[in-house]
Structures are given as C-alpha cells and as structure tokens.
C-alpha cells in the first residue's frame, strides 16, 4: 500500500490556500450530487467516474476538507444511461436533498435533458465527460471540465494522415445518441478540411449488435482505416466483427472519446489492436501527481487501472473543492462565481475554465493507439 501521507500532502498541495481554519468550528458536512451510469451497458463510463470520484473524496476529506475542517460528501443517483432518469435525478438532488452543486451526468444525452433543469433552478452543473457541442451552450450554470470532441478529433486524424498515409476512409456512428452524432459531425468536418475521401458512410443503432451489413459493404471498398463514433459496447462488437468478417488488420480504427476506455481492450480483444483514439490524458504521464493517482487507484480497486473518465473525475472534485472553499459557504451561486475562476494542477495537468466554462487549454491533447488490449502512447 502506498503512503497515506504522501497522499494527504498532494490532496492539500492541490487544494491549496482553502484549507483555512476561518469555518473549523462547524464540521457539518458539504453534500454534492452525482448523476452516473452505475448500472447497465454504459455503466463502464459511470463506474470509472464514480471511482475517480471516491479517491478524490478521500483525498479531500482527509487533507482537512472544505471550508476550513467540513467533510465533502456525495449522493449519488444512478441514471443508468437514460436522459429521462438523469433529467428525474437532477429533480431530486435539487428538490429533495438541496445539493448546491451536481457532479454529471456521465453522457451528454443525460446533459441535454439535466442540465437545462439545473440552470432553471440556478444550481451549477458540471460535467466530467460530457464531449458534444454545445453543453455549456445550455446556460450559464453549466459547466464542463473535459474536451470536447471538436479539439480531441481533429489531432487525432490529422495525426493519423501525418503517420500512416490515409486517404481513404469508411465513416460509422450511432445515429440515435447525442453524443456519438456530435462526435461524427466534428470527423466529417474533419476530414473535409484534412483532404480525407470518405467512401461510404454507415450508421447503427445503440441498441444493435449486428453490424455485418454496414461491415460488408466497407470492406469491398478497401478504405485505409474506418472512421468510428460510438460507445464502447458498440464499438467493440464492430471491431470484432469486422475482423470475423475479414477486414484486415491494416485496415486499422480511429475512434473519438467513446473509444477511450480499456474495456475496449478486454473486450474486444486483439481485434481492437490498432485502434487510434485522442486523449487529454495517459496513465504513463510520468509526474508525480498523476503516479501517485495511478498508484491509489490500483491499490483501492484491487490493481484496476484508472481510465481518461477516472482522471478526469478526480481532478473535477479539486476544483470544486477550490470553488467551495472560496465562495466560503456551499451556496450555490457564490460557488457558480468562484468556478469560473478556478486554477488547479491536477493529474491531468493546469486546469482553467474559459469564458463558455469549457476547459481553456486545449494544449494538452495526446494519440494513443491500442496494442495488446491496451492502450500506449502512438510513437
């Protein structure tokens, strides 16, 4: 087991100057809602999320807290993948336990139907792995703390072109999600841009697991790789059937965030070997900060390996924390004002919100691809 206190000194390091004595007396807890898939397909996202979450609460909790010694604490709602759970969710944290801030949801479907709920009632709203465009379009109270797919997708295929060449490509995505149409619409804009032919495209339904039609009309095209958008599910019964189908394995994926996961790897097996996908971060990132997260993570989940979604989700409750801490009381507005200006450096690096209270450096995107079920650096 690695050193608690070593620990305790990052969790205060990254919180910083807000852990005053000025509220020690009062240490009735600070209670935050989650909304996250933590049941069902999707629940790969959620379950990553929540456990980045947890490490992050600990962290926290045990460096001292928020406002000067008072526990963080989190109520989580299962919204198993469906907006209309999510958008009765945000009803209920709100309503019912009077949370001033809402961690999620996990997709941005489920932000499409919470987040308007949450900005009516004024209560800040901030998603960890919310990707298509538009979310924080939704109000002034809603924010995000990952990139969105518009400047993830276009460095990973003009990466790919740069690398191996590709001219050619046969585009699939799920047609009936909010995200994964979000996520097609930046790869069709970016191929155009790049000079990238796209042969066909194809698209499939969430709930689908036979894709051999749209497979058998991209394989006599012959493309140079296949152009992906979809939830990880999906996308790993697509790399395997396209390999049982005989699509060679030059003819390589490049996925966008659905695709960043490794349960694509264990999954799908050497089937997914070669998948390209965009990330703002790596577990190989060899700071300190982020070896020691990698670390706690392994030793709280039995040696789990933390994901982009478990990363992302640690950093968020730092800078929440932060804005707590210097809006002085768990008032909801005063929170909402104090995150815009957060500063934080965290395992996924400097963190600030820009104006639309989307993250403001976008600098930090890297391309990883898939070799033996897991995911490393592209060299």
């Given at each position: ?8 000194l ?7 100057s807000?852990?005053?004595g000025?509220?020690?007396?009062d240490k009735?807890p600070?209670k ?7 049941t ?8 990553a999320?929540?456990?980045g979450?947890?490490l ?7 460096a001292?807290?928020?406002?000067g010694?008072r526990?963080?604490?989190l109520?989580?709602e299962d ?8 958008l009765?969710?945000a ?7 009077k949370?001033p ?8 479907n489920e ?8 900005n009516?009632r004024?209560v800040?709203?901030?998603g ?5 465009n538009g979310?924080?379009?939704?109000g ?5 703390t ?5 400047d993830?997708?276009p460095?990973t ?5 740069t ?9 699939m995505y799920g047609?009936d999600d909010?995200?994964t149409k979000s996520?097609?619409?930046?790869m ?9 032919e796209?042969?066909t495209?194809?698209t ?5 697991s036979d894709?051999?039609?749209q497979?058998?009309?991209i394989k006599?095209?012959?493309p140079d790789a296949?152009v992906?958008?979809a939830?990880?599910?999906a996308?790993?019964?697509?790399e395997?059937q ?6 060679p394995?030059?003819v390589f994926?490049?996925?966008g ?6 349960k694509l790897g264990d ?15 790596f577990i190989?990132?060899?700071d300190?900060?982020n070896q020691?997260f ?5 030793d709280?989940y039995?040696g789990?390996q ?5 990363a992302?989700a640690y950093d ?5 924390a932060?804005?707590?801490?210097a ?9 909402k ?10 395992v996924?690096?400097p963190?600030?919100f ?13 391309v ?8 490393q650096?592209?060299q």
């Open positions: 087991m690695r050193s608690m206190s070593r620990r305790m990052l969790a205060a390091a990254m919180l910083g807000g852990l005053t000025a509220l020690a007396q009735t600070v935050l809602g989650a909304i996250e898939i933590l069902g397909p999707n629940s790969r996202y959620g379950i999320i929540q456990r979450f947890d992050a609460l600990a962290d926290i909790n045990k001292g807290g928020v406002l010694g526990p963080l604490a109520a989580y919204s198993a993948g469906a907006k209309e759970q999510a009765n969710a009803r209920k944290l709100i309503g019912r336990d949370v801030l809402i961690l999620g949801p996990t997709l941005s932000m499409f139907a919470a987040g308007p709920v949450a009516e004024k800040p709203i901030v960890t792995s919310t990707t298509a979310i924080t379009a939704i002034p109270y809603v924010f995000r990952s990139l969105p797919e518009s993830v997708i460095v295929l003009k990466t790919a072109q690398k191996f060449g590709i001219k050619r490509v046969a585009v047609n909010a995200f996520a097609y619409d930046v069709k804009a970016s191929l155009e841009k790049l000079g990238i796209t042969l495209t194809e499939f339904g969430s709930k689908d894709f051999s039609a497979l058998t009309k006599a095209l012959n296949i992906l958008s939830l990880v599910e996308a790993s019964g697509i395997l396209a390999r049982q189908l005989g699509i394995d030059k994926f490049i996925g965030n659905g695709l960043n996961s490794p999954i799908a097996g050497k089937a997914a070997d070669g998948t390209l996908v965009g990330s703002p971060w190989g990132k060899p300190a900060a020691a990698v670390n706690a993570f392994k709280k039995g789990d933390p994901d982009q979604f478990a992302q968020t409750l730092f800078i929440v932060k804005a707590i801490d809006a002085g009381a768990p008032d909801s507005e005063k929170i004002d104090a995150l815009i200006k957060v500063k934080h450096t965290g996924m690096g963190f600030s820009s104006d639309t209270r989307d993250p403001a450096d976008t600098s930090g995107v890297v990883l691809v898939m070799k033996g079920g897991k995911f650096l592209l």
